[in-house]
Protein backbone atom coordinates (compact mmCIF):
# COMPACT_ATOMS: atom_id res chain seq x y z
CA UNK A 1 0.00 0.00 0.00
CA UNK A 2 1.73 3.63 -1.01
CA UNK A 3 2.09 5.78 1.11
CA UNK A 4 3.17 9.59 2.05
CA UNK A 5 5.22 10.84 3.90
CA UNK A 6 3.10 11.32 6.92
CA UNK A 7 1.75 8.15 6.53
CA UNK A 8 5.02 6.56 7.00
CA UNK A 9 5.87 8.38 10.08
CA UNK A 10 2.60 7.74 11.52
CA UNK A 11 2.96 4.18 10.99
CA UNK A 12 6.57 3.82 12.39
CA UNK A 13 5.47 5.55 15.59
CA UNK A 14 2.39 3.31 15.73
CA UNK A 15 3.96 -0.03 15.31
CA UNK A 16 1.82 -1.03 11.90
CA UNK A 17 3.00 -1.51 8.55
CA UNK A 18 0.78 1.41 7.03
CA UNK A 19 -1.61 3.57 7.95
CA UNK A 20 -4.73 4.68 5.94
CA UNK A 21 -6.56 8.27 5.76
CA UNK A 22 -8.80 8.31 8.65
CA UNK A 23 -7.33 6.14 10.80
CA UNK A 24 -7.33 7.14 14.05
CA UNK A 25 -4.20 6.07 15.88
CA UNK A 26 -1.92 6.04 19.47
CA UNK A 27 1.59 7.43 18.47
CA UNK A 28 5.03 7.07 20.21
CA UNK A 29 6.09 10.84 20.93
CA UNK A 30 9.61 11.28 20.49
CA UNK A 31 9.55 15.00 22.47
CA UNK A 32 6.88 17.08 23.88
CA UNK A 33 7.21 20.73 24.19
CA UNK A 34 5.34 23.68 26.52
CA UNK A 35 6.53 26.79 27.06
CA UNK A 36 5.85 29.35 29.74
CA UNK A 37 1.72 29.62 29.21
CA UNK A 38 1.27 26.29 28.02
CA UNK A 39 3.94 24.38 29.81
CA UNK A 40 2.36 25.40 34.28
CA UNK A 41 -1.02 24.92 33.05
CA UNK A 42 -0.13 21.28 31.70
CA UNK A 43 2.02 21.04 34.99
CA UNK A 44 -1.48 22.08 36.84
CA UNK A 45 -2.79 19.14 35.20
CA UNK A 46 -0.55 16.24 36.18
CA UNK A 47 -0.65 17.52 39.77
CA UNK A 48 -4.45 17.24 39.53
CA UNK A 49 -4.25 13.70 38.13
CA UNK A 50 -1.42 12.63 40.88
CA UNK A 51 1.09 11.71 38.32
CA UNK A 52 4.50 12.97 40.04
CA UNK A 53 6.81 12.25 36.47
CA UNK A 54 6.83 12.60 33.18
CA UNK A 55 7.60 9.61 31.01
CA UNK A 56 10.98 10.41 29.96
CA UNK A 57 12.45 13.43 31.10
CA UNK A 58 14.91 13.53 28.76
CA UNK A 59 12.17 13.54 26.28
CA UNK A 60 10.66 17.03 27.53
CA UNK A 61 11.36 20.40 26.68
CA UNK A 62 9.61 23.77 28.16
CA UNK A 63 11.10 27.25 27.02
CA UNK A 64 10.33 30.33 28.32
CA UNK A 65 9.50 32.72 25.80
CA UNK A 66 6.05 34.22 25.29
CA UNK A 67 6.58 37.07 28.45
CA UNK A 68 10.38 36.96 28.59
CA UNK A 69 11.91 39.15 30.75
CA UNK A 70 8.37 39.24 32.28
CA UNK A 71 5.74 42.35 31.95
CA UNK A 72 4.13 42.33 34.31
CA UNK A 73 3.05 40.26 37.62
CA UNK A 74 0.95 37.83 36.01
CA UNK A 75 3.89 37.09 33.45
CA UNK A 76 6.31 36.81 36.66
CA UNK A 77 4.23 34.09 37.84
CA UNK A 78 3.83 32.33 34.71
CA UNK A 79 7.92 31.94 34.74
CA UNK A 80 8.08 30.86 38.19
CA UNK A 81 5.86 28.22 38.16
CA UNK A 82 7.92 26.95 34.69
CA UNK A 83 10.73 26.78 36.24
CA UNK A 84 9.33 24.62 39.59
CA UNK A 85 7.85 22.37 36.90
CA UNK A 86 10.85 21.80 35.33
CA UNK A 87 12.85 21.22 38.91
CA UNK A 88 10.09 19.21 40.82
CA UNK A 89 9.75 16.94 37.34
CA UNK A 90 13.62 17.02 36.55
CA UNK A 91 12.80 17.92 32.74
CA UNK A 92 16.03 17.29 30.95
CA UNK A 93 15.35 20.37 28.60
CA UNK A 94 14.67 24.11 30.17
CA UNK A 95 15.56 26.68 28.46
CA UNK A 96 15.02 29.95 31.01
CA UNK A 97 15.76 33.54 30.68
CA UNK A 98 18.72 34.19 29.13
CA UNK A 99 19.73 30.61 28.22
CA UNK A 100 17.49 29.56 25.36
CA UNK A 101 14.75 31.63 22.90
CA UNK A 102 11.82 31.51 21.18
CA UNK A 103 10.63 27.64 21.57
CA UNK A 104 10.68 27.07 17.40
CA UNK A 105 14.05 28.45 16.90
CA UNK A 106 15.52 26.82 20.10
CA UNK A 107 13.67 23.23 19.18
CA UNK A 108 15.50 22.63 15.69
CA UNK A 109 18.84 24.92 16.60
CA UNK A 110 19.66 22.45 19.47
CA UNK A 111 18.97 18.91 17.84
CA UNK A 112 16.10 18.51 19.51
CA UNK A 113 13.64 17.47 16.39
CA UNK A 114 15.21 14.98 14.36
CA UNK A 115 13.39 13.29 11.16
CA UNK A 116 11.27 10.63 10.94
CA UNK A 117 10.05 11.60 14.80
CA UNK A 118 6.69 12.59 15.73
CA UNK A 119 7.10 16.25 17.98
CA UNK A 120 4.23 17.07 20.04
CA UNK A 121 4.10 21.05 21.42
CA UNK A 122 1.54 23.10 23.28
CA UNK A 123 1.88 25.91 20.63
CA UNK A 124 0.32 26.22 17.62
CA UNK A 125 3.97 27.29 15.25
CA UNK A 126 5.40 23.79 16.34
CA UNK A 127 4.48 22.62 12.94
CA UNK A 128 8.01 24.84 12.21
CA UNK A 129 9.91 21.34 13.02
CA UNK A 130 8.40 19.64 10.11
CA UNK A 131 11.15 21.46 8.19
CA UNK A 132 13.61 18.74 9.23
CA UNK A 133 11.31 16.25 8.21
CA UNK A 134 9.41 15.09 11.09
CA UNK A 135 5.35 15.08 11.64
CA UNK A 136 5.97 18.04 14.32
CA UNK A 137 2.18 19.30 15.13
CA UNK A 138 0.58 21.66 18.07
CA UNK A 139 -2.02 20.80 20.75
CA UNK A 140 -3.55 22.38 23.79
CA UNK A 141 -2.68 22.15 27.62
CA UNK A 142 -4.61 19.17 28.16
CA UNK A 143 -3.51 16.82 25.69
CA UNK A 144 0.33 17.85 25.94
CA UNK A 145 -0.48 17.06 29.73
CA UNK A 146 -1.65 13.17 28.66
CA UNK A 147 1.66 12.70 26.19
CA UNK A 148 3.71 14.11 29.14
CA UNK A 149 1.90 11.13 31.34
CA UNK A 150 2.00 8.56 28.48
CA UNK A 151 4.51 9.62 26.05
CA UNK A 152 1.99 8.58 23.41
CA UNK A 153 -0.56 10.81 21.13
CA UNK A 154 -3.68 10.23 19.91
CA UNK A 155 -3.69 11.32 15.69
CA UNK A 156 -6.42 10.80 13.02
CA UNK A 157 -4.48 9.66 10.08
CA UNK A 158 -4.66 13.00 7.94
CA UNK A 159 -4.83 13.76 4.21
CA UNK A 160 -1.80 15.34 2.31
CA UNK A 161 -1.52 18.36 0.15
CA UNK A 162 1.84 17.65 -2.09
CA UNK A 163 3.32 20.99 -2.51
CA UNK A 164 6.70 21.21 -5.19
CA UNK A 165 8.66 23.93 -5.02
CA UNK A 166 10.63 24.61 -8.44
CA UNK A 167 12.88 26.72 -10.32
CA UNK A 168 14.97 29.23 -9.36
CA UNK A 169 13.72 32.57 -7.26
CA UNK A 170 15.23 35.92 -8.31
CA UNK A 171 17.50 36.94 -5.49
CA UNK A 172 14.75 39.35 -4.07
CA UNK A 173 12.17 36.66 -3.83
CA UNK A 174 12.94 34.46 -0.32
CA UNK A 175 10.96 31.84 1.32
CA UNK A 176 8.96 34.02 3.47
CA UNK A 177 7.53 34.79 -0.13
CA UNK A 178 7.16 31.11 -1.10
CA UNK A 179 5.04 30.58 1.90
CA UNK A 180 2.89 33.93 0.97
CA UNK A 181 2.51 32.35 -2.52
CA UNK A 182 1.60 29.39 -1.05
CA UNK A 183 -0.94 30.81 1.43
CA UNK A 184 -2.78 32.91 -1.53
CA UNK A 185 -3.59 29.78 -2.91
CA UNK A 186 -4.79 27.89 -0.30
CA UNK A 187 -6.20 30.65 1.68
CA UNK A 188 -6.19 30.31 5.63
CA UNK A 189 -8.80 26.85 5.39
CA UNK A 190 -7.23 25.10 2.73
CA UNK A 191 -4.91 22.71 4.58
CA UNK A 192 -7.64 22.36 7.46
CA UNK A 193 -6.73 18.89 9.37
CA UNK A 194 -4.51 18.26 5.86
CA UNK A 195 -1.01 17.90 5.83
CA UNK A 196 1.42 19.71 3.62
CA UNK A 197 4.23 17.53 1.97
CA UNK A 198 6.85 20.03 0.79
CA UNK A 199 9.39 19.39 -2.02
CA UNK A 200 12.11 21.29 -2.57
CA UNK A 201 13.24 20.90 -6.13
CA UNK A 202 14.48 24.11 -6.50
CA UNK A 203 17.42 24.33 -8.72
CA UNK A 204 19.74 25.74 -5.77
CA UNK A 205 17.76 24.07 -2.81
CA UNK A 206 16.00 26.14 0.44
CA UNK A 207 18.46 25.89 3.11
CA UNK A 208 17.16 24.92 6.44
CA UNK A 209 16.21 28.19 7.81
CA UNK A 210 13.56 29.00 4.96
CA UNK A 211 12.40 25.56 5.35
CA UNK A 212 11.69 26.28 8.80
CA UNK A 213 9.92 29.65 7.97
CA UNK A 214 7.94 27.55 5.27
CA UNK A 215 6.80 25.04 7.88
CA UNK A 216 6.61 27.84 10.73
CA UNK A 217 3.23 28.70 8.50
CA UNK A 218 1.86 25.62 7.72
CA UNK A 219 -0.83 26.48 10.35
CA UNK A 220 -1.35 29.61 8.85
CA UNK A 221 -3.21 27.64 5.85
CA UNK A 222 -5.33 25.60 8.15
CA UNK A 223 -2.83 22.56 7.92
CA UNK A 224 -1.91 19.98 10.95
CA UNK A 225 1.62 19.70 9.97
CA UNK A 226 4.01 20.97 6.82
CA UNK A 227 6.71 18.38 6.46
CA UNK A 228 9.62 18.77 3.87
CA UNK A 229 10.50 15.67 2.21
CA UNK A 230 14.45 14.95 3.60
CA UNK A 231 17.31 15.01 1.53
CA UNK A 232 21.07 16.22 1.31
CA UNK A 233 20.28 19.33 3.27
CA UNK A 234 18.18 17.14 6.26
CA UNK A 235 20.67 15.15 6.59
CA UNK A 236 23.66 17.45 6.63
CA UNK A 237 21.62 19.65 9.28
CA UNK A 238 21.09 16.99 11.34
CA UNK A 239 24.08 15.71 11.59
CA UNK A 240 25.75 18.99 12.56
CA UNK A 241 23.14 18.91 15.63
CA UNK A 242 21.35 16.05 16.37
CA UNK A 243 22.84 13.79 19.44
CA UNK A 244 21.40 10.62 19.08
CA UNK A 245 21.58 8.47 16.01
CA UNK A 246 18.04 6.52 15.57
CA UNK A 247 16.69 9.28 13.31
CA UNK A 248 15.23 7.81 9.93
CA UNK A 249 14.87 10.02 6.92
CA UNK A 250 11.27 8.51 5.31
CA UNK A 251 10.26 9.01 2.18
CA UNK A 252 6.73 8.82 0.52
CA UNK A 253 6.05 6.36 -1.82
CA UNK A 254 6.58 7.64 -5.71
CA UNK A 255 2.57 6.50 -6.42
CA UNK A 256 1.18 8.22 -3.01
CA UNK A 257 -2.24 9.20 -2.85
CA UNK A 258 -2.43 12.82 -2.43
CA UNK A 259 -5.95 15.02 -1.81
CA UNK A 260 -4.54 18.15 -3.87
CA UNK A 261 -0.99 18.97 -5.64
CA UNK A 262 0.39 22.74 -5.82
CA UNK A 263 3.46 23.20 -7.98
CA UNK A 264 4.80 26.99 -7.33
CA UNK A 265 7.29 28.15 -9.57
CA UNK A 266 9.64 30.04 -7.90
CA UNK A 267 11.11 32.00 -10.89
CA UNK A 268 7.97 33.38 -11.58
CA UNK A 269 7.57 34.94 -8.22
CA UNK A 270 8.14 38.50 -6.71
CA UNK A 271 8.27 40.09 -3.24
CA UNK A 272 5.29 39.65 -1.20
CA UNK A 273 3.17 40.77 1.27
CA UNK A 274 0.25 39.79 3.53
CA UNK A 275 -2.60 42.95 3.73
CA UNK A 276 -4.69 42.92 6.92
CA UNK A 277 -6.48 40.89 8.25
CA UNK A 278 -5.18 38.41 7.08
CA UNK A 279 -2.26 36.26 6.12
CA UNK A 280 -3.55 34.96 2.73
CA UNK A 281 -4.59 38.07 2.18
CA UNK A 282 -1.67 38.06 -0.58
CA UNK A 283 -0.37 40.71 -3.10
CA UNK A 284 2.89 41.85 -4.72
CA UNK A 285 4.87 44.67 -2.56
CA UNK A 286 5.13 46.75 -6.22
CA UNK A 287 1.23 46.78 -5.93
CA UNK A 288 0.97 47.89 -2.39
CA UNK A 289 4.62 50.41 -2.50
CA UNK A 290 1.98 52.47 -4.95
CA UNK A 291 -0.08 53.26 -2.34
CA UNK A 292 3.16 54.86 -0.15
CA UNK A 293 1.21 52.86 3.18
CA UNK A 294 3.15 55.10 5.93
CA UNK A 295 4.25 53.10 9.03
CA UNK A 296 4.78 53.38 12.29
CA UNK A 297 6.84 50.65 13.37
CA UNK A 298 8.72 47.44 11.55
CA UNK A 299 9.24 44.52 13.62
CA UNK A 300 11.80 41.87 12.68
CA UNK A 301 11.47 38.92 14.87
CA UNK A 302 9.36 36.05 15.67
CA UNK A 303 9.33 32.44 15.40
CA UNK A 304 9.43 32.93 11.41
CA UNK A 305 11.96 35.03 10.82
CA UNK A 306 14.81 35.64 13.38
CA UNK A 307 17.45 33.82 12.58
CA UNK A 308 20.94 34.88 12.12
CA UNK A 309 20.20 34.37 8.19
CA UNK A 310 17.26 36.52 8.93
CA UNK A 311 19.27 39.44 10.51
CA UNK A 312 22.35 39.24 7.87
CA UNK A 313 20.06 39.98 5.32
CA UNK A 314 18.60 43.15 7.01
CA UNK A 315 22.41 43.84 7.96
CA UNK A 316 23.27 43.72 4.35
CA UNK A 317 20.39 46.09 3.25
CA UNK A 318 21.39 48.46 6.17
CA UNK A 319 25.21 48.57 5.18
CA UNK A 320 24.49 48.84 1.49
CA UNK A 321 22.99 52.76 2.42
CA UNK A 322 25.25 54.01 4.50
CA UNK A 323 24.15 57.31 4.52
CA UNK A 324 20.39 56.71 4.76
CA UNK A 325 18.35 56.72 8.27
CA UNK A 326 15.72 54.55 9.09
CA UNK A 327 11.93 56.47 8.36
CA UNK A 328 10.12 54.94 10.77
CA UNK A 329 9.70 55.98 14.37
CA UNK A 330 10.31 52.42 15.54
CA UNK A 331 12.26 49.40 14.09
CA UNK A 332 12.06 46.44 16.51
CA UNK A 333 14.86 43.94 15.83
CA UNK A 334 14.75 40.75 17.99
CA UNK A 335 16.86 37.29 17.54
CA UNK A 336 15.27 34.11 17.80
CA UNK A 337 17.51 32.65 20.38
CA UNK A 338 20.54 33.17 22.41
CA UNK A 339 22.96 31.91 19.46
CA UNK A 340 21.93 34.21 16.98
CA UNK A 341 22.03 37.23 19.91
CA UNK A 342 25.47 36.25 20.11
CA UNK A 343 26.31 35.91 16.50
CA UNK A 344 24.55 39.09 15.72
CA UNK A 345 26.16 40.60 18.23
CA UNK A 346 29.84 39.33 16.94
CA UNK A 347 29.22 40.21 13.22
CA UNK A 348 28.23 43.56 14.01
CA UNK A 349 24.46 43.35 13.02
CA UNK A 350 23.21 44.40 16.53
CA UNK A 351 25.47 47.63 16.32
CA UNK A 352 24.47 48.89 12.79
CA UNK A 353 20.83 48.03 13.83
CA UNK A 354 21.55 50.26 17.30
CA UNK A 355 23.51 52.92 15.48
CA UNK A 356 20.48 53.05 12.99
CA UNK A 357 18.18 53.90 15.74
CA UNK A 358 16.41 50.44 16.27
CA UNK A 359 15.26 48.31 19.12
CA UNK A 360 17.99 45.59 19.24
CA UNK A 361 15.81 43.19 22.32
CA UNK A 362 16.81 40.51 23.99
CA UNK A 363 14.86 37.07 22.41
CA UNK A 364 11.74 36.71 23.15
CA UNK A 365 8.42 36.15 21.16
CA UNK A 366 6.48 39.66 22.47
CA UNK A 367 5.15 41.61 20.25
CA UNK A 368 4.22 38.66 17.51
CA UNK A 369 1.41 38.31 20.36
CA UNK A 370 0.96 41.65 21.47
CA UNK A 371 1.96 41.07 24.41
CA UNK A 372 5.26 43.40 25.24
CA UNK A 373 8.20 45.24 23.25
CA UNK A 374 6.68 46.58 20.69
CA UNK A 375 2.44 46.55 21.26
CA UNK A 376 0.44 48.91 18.27
CA UNK A 377 -1.46 51.14 19.15
CA UNK A 378 -5.17 52.06 17.56
CA UNK A 379 -4.69 53.33 13.81
CA UNK A 380 -1.04 52.58 14.02
CA UNK A 381 0.62 50.42 11.14
CA UNK A 382 3.04 47.92 11.66
CA UNK A 383 5.52 45.82 8.65
CA UNK A 384 5.86 42.23 10.52
CA UNK A 385 8.28 39.67 9.84
CA UNK A 386 6.19 37.41 11.84
CA UNK A 387 3.30 34.65 10.52
CA UNK A 388 -0.48 36.58 11.81
CA UNK A 389 -2.04 39.71 11.07
CA UNK A 390 -5.82 39.26 12.45
CA UNK A 391 -7.39 41.97 14.45
CA UNK A 392 -5.61 43.02 17.45
CA UNK A 393 -2.85 40.35 17.12
CA UNK A 394 0.21 42.78 17.69
CA UNK A 395 -2.08 44.86 20.07
CA UNK A 396 -5.10 47.23 19.54
CA UNK A 397 -7.74 45.57 17.49
CA UNK A 398 -7.52 49.05 14.85
CA UNK A 399 -4.16 48.65 14.53
CA UNK A 400 -3.14 47.33 11.29
CA UNK A 401 -0.43 44.91 10.40
CA UNK A 402 1.27 44.08 7.33
CA UNK A 403 3.51 40.55 6.75
CA UNK A 404 6.72 40.56 5.02
CA UNK A 405 10.11 39.30 4.40
CA UNK A 406 12.98 40.51 6.47
CA UNK A 407 14.38 42.16 3.20
CA UNK A 408 11.11 43.86 2.64
CA UNK A 409 10.93 45.18 6.35
CA UNK A 410 14.58 46.42 5.81
CA UNK A 411 14.28 48.65 2.72
CA UNK A 412 11.18 49.56 4.04
CA UNK A 413 12.33 50.90 7.18
CA UNK A 414 14.33 52.93 5.35
CA UNK A 415 12.14 54.49 3.09
CA UNK A 416 9.24 54.99 5.54
CA UNK A 417 6.28 53.16 3.50
CA UNK A 418 6.12 49.59 2.32
CA UNK A 419 8.59 48.92 -0.78
CA UNK A 420 10.10 46.46 -2.44
CA UNK A 421 13.96 45.56 -2.55
Not at 37 to 58: F, H, M, Q, S, Y
Not at 276 to 291: A, G, I, L, Y
Request: proline share 5%.
Amino acid sequence: MSQTLVQKIIAEKSEKNNVNVGEIVMAKVDRAMGHDITGPAAAALLREAGINKVWNKDKVVLVADHFVPAKDLAAAKLGKELRIFAEEYEVGHYFGEGKGGICHVVMPEEGLVAPGEIVIGADSHTCTNGAVGCLATGVGHTDLAAVLATGKVWLRVPETIKVVFKGSPPPEVTPKDMSLALGKILTVSGGNYKVLELHDNTDTGIDMEGRLTISNMAIEWGAKAGIFVPDAITETFTQERVQHSDWKMLQPDENASYCQKITIDTTTLEPLVAMPFSPDNVTTVREVEKQKVKIDQVFIGSCTNARIGDLREVHGVFKNNPNKQKKVPRVVVIPGDQKTYLTAISEGIATECISRGCVFSTPTCGPCLGGHSGVMAAEEVCLSTSNRNFHGRMGHPDSLVYLSSPLVAAHSALKGYISAP
